[in-house]
T-cell receptor, first 113, second 114 residues
Framework: DQQVKQNSPSLSVQEGRISILNCDYTNSMFDYFLWYKKYPAEGPTFLISISSIKDKNEDGRFTVFLNKSAKHLSLHIVPSQPGDSAVYFCAASGYNQGGKLIFGQGTELSVKP | KAGVTQTPRYLIKTRGQQVTLSCSPISGHRSVSWYQQTPGQGLQFLFEYFSETQRNKGNFPGRFSGRQFSNSRSEMNVSTLELGDSALYLC?????????????FGPGTRLTVL
């Protein structure tokens, strides 16, 4: 039973355009959500997070939107740059999750010059 | 501040052997979590330690164990290695725990079991 799902395994975007990565979750007890970026053979790098009391959080080119009623979050990258090419994981946690992050399967973003 | 460090970065073992991986968290962080990443299963939670106590454990067999020292450094041990244990093992630290604080990951240890 996958509680966090990233239904798009890959996404290709032109440099300068917007990249939108999506994530759905099933557990209504999740209250903290994060996005990580990962290059091969490296650990995930934290990008941005959002608490369930908010519906939007912005940090530079990265914005995360949370729609609690739809149990859906998205990461917007504007403008996309070739250096953004990596695998993006969304993760969720909650007070009843016993101190663990539940990760989605990841979306591989390719930003073409 | 230095980031999370993991040693060794790469390891090759044979079936039946055991292995110990080490993780040093960010200074001041008391929570250390371990994850296994494989192509088929993605990132899966192994366990979390806080102040030398295991607070939470994922769904892995008892061959996987860990501990945390008083300086918050952590080790994980895998005994009787199987081919399926080949994976990238990631350690992450946070100040109070993943439920409340952002976890920061180390570069991982790539374990290959032959």
């Amino acid at each position: 039973d996958q509680q966090v799902k990233q239904n798009s395994p890959s996404l290709s975007v032109q440099e300068g355009r917007i990249s939108i990565l999506n994530c759905d979750y099933t557990n209504s007890m999740f209250d903290y959500f994060l996005w990580y970026k990962k290059y091969p053979a490296e650990g995930p790098t934290f990008l941005i997070s959002i608490s369930s009391i908010k519906d939007k959080n912005e940090d530079g080119r990265f914005t995360v939107f949370l729609n609690k009623s739809a149990k859906h979050l998205s990461l917007h990258i504007v403008p996309s740059q070739p250096g953004d090419s990596a695998v993006y994981f969304c993760a969720a946690s909650g007070y009843n999750q016993g101190g663990k992050l539940i990760f989605g399967q990841g979306t591989e973003l390719s930003v073409k010059p | 501040k230095a980031g999370v460090t993991q040693t060794p970065r790469y390891l090759i073992k044979t079936r039946g052997q055991q292995v110990t991986l080490s993780c040093s968290p960010i200074s001041g962080h008391r929570s250390v979590s371990w994850y296994q990443q494989t192509p088929g299963q993605g990132l899966q939670f192994l366990f979390e330690y806080f102040s030398e106590t295991q607070r939470n454990k994922g769904n892995f067999p008892g061959r996987f164990s860990g501990r945390q020292f008083s300086n918050s450094r952590s080790e994980m041990n895998v005994s009787t290695l199987e081919l399926g244990d080949s994976a990238l093992y990631l350690c992450a630290s946070s100040s109070r725990g993943p439920s409340t604080d952002t976890q920061y990951f180390g570069p991982g240890t790539r374990l290959t079991v032959l």
